[in-house]
């Protein structure tokens, strides 16, 4: 079993339509959750993070944490072209460093 | 500011040969990662450094690999003897602390022939 696991995709949605991205985790000690976008080529950059059970959302994008079923998932809201991208959930232990990343899944938003 | 830095952004070598790859971090930031990314795959964790702590080299995949960083700043990833197999993009990241975000350099791009 990966320590975090992903579906690789690739989803695809029309413009308009919400993205719902989903991310498994084994290590119950986990504390810190991320979620970074990665487009073709590029270097990751930080999309959102969570730390607490439920929802946290900023703009058109929402995670949700929920650690007994360690589960964490982003929701994009009225997707656009410019979200397609790979999406990589990351996991950190408490106060720990090491940060283990999942394999990504692949969005495509269909103008 | 300044981000993240690494160079060379790509390097060509020959099985056997041994490459060192650098990184700048941003300045005060105390954390630094680095992390090896295959095409079309995820991020693989190798190591990270964390002030004056030793670091965790829990993911570094063969003792070919090694990495320092000096004077908590710039850090070098060395691979001795290179294998095909270690072709890939090496990205660096540094970050103020744990649990926070991690900011990501270019990476480099490195081909074994």
């Known amino acids: 079993q990966k320590e975090v696991e992903q579906n690789s995709g690739p989803l695809s949605v029309p413009e308009g339509a919400i993205a719902s991205l989903n991310c498994t985790y084994s290590?119950?000690?986990?504390?810190?959750f991320f979620w970074y976008r990665q487009y073709s080529g590029k270097s990751p950059e930080l999309i959102m993070f969570i730390y607490s059970n439920g929802d946290k959302e900023d703009g058109r994008f929402t995670a949700q944490l929920n650690k007994a079923s360690q589960y964490v998932s982003l929701l994009i809201r009225d997707s656009q072209p410019s979200d397609s991208a790979t999406y990589l959930c990351?996991?950190?232990?408490?106060?720990?460093?090491?940060?283990?990343f999942g394999a990504g899944t692949r969005l495509f938003v269909k103008a | 500011g300044a981000g993240v830095s690494q160079s060379p952004s790509n390097k060509v070598t020959e099985k056997g040969k041994d490459v060192e790859l650098r990184c700048d971090p941003i300045?005060?930031?105390?954390?630094l990662y680095w992390y090896r990314q295959s095409l079309g795959q995820g991020l693989e964790f190798l190591i990270y450094f964390q002030g004056n702590s030793a670091p965790d080299k829990s993911g570094l995949p063969s003792d070919r690999f090694s990495a320092e960083r000096t004077g908590g700043s710039v850090s070098t990833l060395t691979i001795q003897r290179t294998q095909q197999e270690d072709s890939a993009v090496y990205l660096c990241?540094?970050?103020f602390g744990n649990g926070e975000t991690q900011y990501f350099g270019p990476g480099t791009r490195l081909l074994v022939l």
């Open positions: 990351a996991v950190q232990r408490s106060g720990g460093f090491k940060t283990i």
């Open positions: 300045s005060g930031h105390t954390a």
């Open positions: 290590d119950r000690g986990s504390q810190s």
């Open positions: 990241a540094s970050s």
